[in-house]
């Protein structure tokens, strides 16, 4: 999603705040801008599409001495992808970039056009530079405040005004860091923009206001406030593609390497982790990917104890009834730490005194630090905007969560464990068969439609897989529960229409090959993932059988494979597909 970079020191901004941009680059956006200063002038260059051609742009144009400047990429929100629409605005005094959505812009705005103000965009960021506009008579750390007052939703701004030589920087349920350089000082909305300048950051809380002059002064209504400088542990060459034609490929690669890390501290160790049956019920929210990790983990925790789980879309949970009437535990699930729904969700149950707890990638990020408590997956940066690494560990995450819930229930015995240790290596060995993904992804990718079916786990796992495929080769699939189809769908499948089943659960197994066995007959191209050998279809892959608690994890890097070889087959934009948003930090 949108992406923020600022700059104020002794050098020209424009190659670090190209830089910075391409380095948000994975959050996913559709136009860019920049804007710099100087005593005299203010210049400010846009651009729809990729970075590059903002880059030629600039490259193209006299640009004014100066040494602060603000940049952006945009992913529309209000207003379509256009010149105009693109950051920075600047209306008055004021420039500036804005993550986020100012919800009350319309009515705002209608005031503001009373006061004879003239809008050149659609976006509900301009009104916002209005707004502050509007309070300024001099002093922009008082119209900043007044503005923030006023306006409501979620922004993240830096800012400069036409009088001034100081850049300033406001947050609201948007992140937005500060980073030291020497005599420099960045602002940026993800601590990727800025890693190869400076690891030295601070973190700017709610409403706090940051004015970056000769030195940065941080006050909140009014008061300083000392901020702590922290240590950035992400290395800049967490960026670097390592020889791989794509993120999202070098990404499901390290899944063995991030797999031992997350897994690691926990082998011979469960004590480190919360013993879910203290709970009467357990509520799993997240979006997307990470709301797939958490079916996993409800049929792993369901089948394995007698608890009670429910999964919930973070966007409904956050606005639907939710009666809390038994010791209930909320568990969010997310990468970024940052998505908005998954935010307001936490705070919803905060709200209503119940305890919660993150799985969370993004160390400082709102969700690690709002939450009661935290379980951290050790993915590292995930470039790719269609998620893979991480995905992969919330579900090794809430595998753990059950399996140790399920000692605790005395319904397993505790020789599961030394599964955990050979995981990593079985995983390598799945993602070492390559040529058997690009194979199904041969005969597959010219299709119109794709389907998955499973049952039970397997088709929990199966919607991620449906997800994964769509998300980056832009076919239309969907995940069924393999009895399901035959209630209406099954009238899409046709001579040759793909059907991925995965078939692991043993219980299920011969109801599952049953369902196979009615989509072959109507003309469907066969695909089996299974922990047995299954023949009589058009492609097997045959992964390691595991106890029920790691067995998702063998199957899900086939999914993810095959995905990204349909895609790359399509010539698709695989690490950043049209129209998705890495970080999903508006409602
Ligand atoms: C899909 C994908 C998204 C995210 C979702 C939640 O590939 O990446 O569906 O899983 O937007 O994001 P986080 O985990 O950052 O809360």
């Known amino acids: 999603m949108c992406g923020i970079v600022g700059y104020k020191g002794k050098q020209q901004p424009?190659?670090?705040?190209?830089?910075?941009?391409?380095?948000?680059?994975?959050?996913?956006?559709?136009?860019?801008?920049?804007?710099?200063?100087?005593?005299?002038?203010?210049?400010?260059?846009?651009?729809?599409?990729?970075?590059?051609?903002?880059?030629?742009?600039?490259?193209?144009?006299?640009?004014?001495?100066?040494?602060?400047?603000?940049?952006?990429?945009?992913?529309?929100t209000h207003g379509i992808p256009s010149e105009e629409n693109a950051h920075p605005h600047r209306v008055g005094n004021v420039t500036l970039v804005h993550n986020g959505i100012i919800e009350n812009a319309s009515e705002l705005k209608e005031e503001l056009l009373k006061d004879n103000v003239i809008f050149n965009s659609e976006t509900d960021t301009e009104v916002a530079c209005a707004i502050i506009n509007k309070y300024y008579e001099g002093n922009a750390v008082e119209a900043i405040n007044k503005a923030i007052k006023v306006l409501k939703g979620s922004y993240?701004?830096?800012?400069?005004?036409?009088?001034?030589?100081?850049?300033?920087?406001?947050?609201?349920?948007?992140?937005?860091?500060?980073?030291?350089?020497?005599?420099?000082?960045?602002?940026?909305?993800?601590?990727?923009?800025?890693?190869?300048?400076?690891?030295?950051y601070s973190l700017i809380e709610e409403n706090e206001i940051v004015e970056i002059g000769d030195r940065v002064t941080v006050t909140l209504d009014g008061n300083v406030v000392n901020k702590e400088v922290l240590t950035a542990t992400i290395s800049a060459d967490s960026k670097d593609k390592c020889g791989y034609e794509h993120y999202m490929l070098k990404e499901i690669m390290e899944e063995p390497l991030v797999l031992e890390k997350t897994l690691k501290p926990y082998i011979d160790n469960l004590d480190k982790l919360p013993d879910l049956t203290e709970y009467e019920e357990i509520h799993i929210v997240a979006c997307g990917s990470a709301m797939y990790a958490g079916m996993i983990g409800k049929t792993l925790i369901e089948e394995n104890t007698n608890l009670r789980v429910t999964v919930e879309v973070a966007s409904e949970y956050r606005y639907k009834k939710v009666i809390y009437d038994r010791k209930t535990l909320v568990i969010l699930i997310s990468q970024s730490g940052e998505t908005a729904d998954t935010i307001a969700a936490m705070r919803k149950a905060k709200m209503a005194g119940i305890e919660t707890l993150a799985i969370v990638n993004v160390v400082g990020s709102t969700i690690a630090r709002e939450s009661g408590s935290q379980l951290f997956i050790e993915a590292g940066p995930e470039i790719a905007v269609a998620t893979t690494?991480?995905?992969?560990?919330?579900?090794?995450?809430?595998?753990?969560?059950?399996?140790?819930a399920a000692l605790s229930s005395g319904l397993v015995n505790d020789s599961v464990m030394n599964e955990i240790k050979i995981v990593p290596r079985m995983v390598r060995e799945i993602l070492d068969r390559r040529?058997?993904?690009?194979?199904?992804?041969?005969?597959?990718?010219?299709?119109?439609?794709?389907?998955?079916?499973?049952?039970?786990i397997d088709y929990a796992v199966s919607m991620e897989g449906s997800l994964k495929l769509k998300e980056v080769s832009y076919i239309h699939s969907e995940a069924y529960q393999a009895g399901e189809l035959k209630h209406g769908t099954i009238s899409l499948v046709d001579d040759g229409t793909p059907v991925i089943s995965i078939i692991t659960d043993k219980d299920i197994k011969e109801k599952t090959i049953s369902n196979v066995q009615e989509v072959k007959a109507r003309g469907a191209k066969c695909i089996i993932i299974s922990n047995e050998e299954i023949t009589g279809y058009d492609h097997l892959i045959q992964v390691p059988e595991m106890s029920d608690f790691f067995q998702p994890l063998v199957v899900v890097p086939c999914l993810q494979l095959i995905a990204y070889e349909v895609a790359k087959l399509r010539g698709c934009d695989i690490d950043k597909p049209k129209n998705l948003a890495k970080s999903v930090t508006v409602e």
């Open 14 to 76: 424009k190659d670090f705040l190209l830089e910075g941009l391409k380095n948000l680059e994975y959050r996913g956006y559709d136009s860019s801008g920049i804007a710099l200063k100087n005593d005299d002038e203010i210049q400010i260059i846009r651009s729809v599409g990729k970075i590059s051609s903002l880059e030629e742009k600039v490259n193209n144009e006299n640009l004014i001495n100066c040494s602060m400047g603000i940049a952006h990429t945009r992913w529309a």
């Open 156 to 200: 993240a701004f830096c800012i400069f005004f036409e009088d001034s030589d100081k850049l300033y920087a406001v947050r609201k349920d948007s992140p937005l860091i500060i980073g030291y350089g020497e005599e420099e000082v960045y602002v940026a909305s993800d601590i990727a923009a800025i890693i190869s300048y400076t690891n030295k």
């Open 389 to 404: 690494k991480a995905y992969m560990l919330q579900v090794a995450m809430l595998s753990l969560l059950a399996y140790k």
């Open 435 to 456: 040529d058997d993904y690009l194979e199904i992804a041969k005969s597959i990718y010219d299709r119109d439609d794709i389907f998955f079916i499973g049952r039970k």
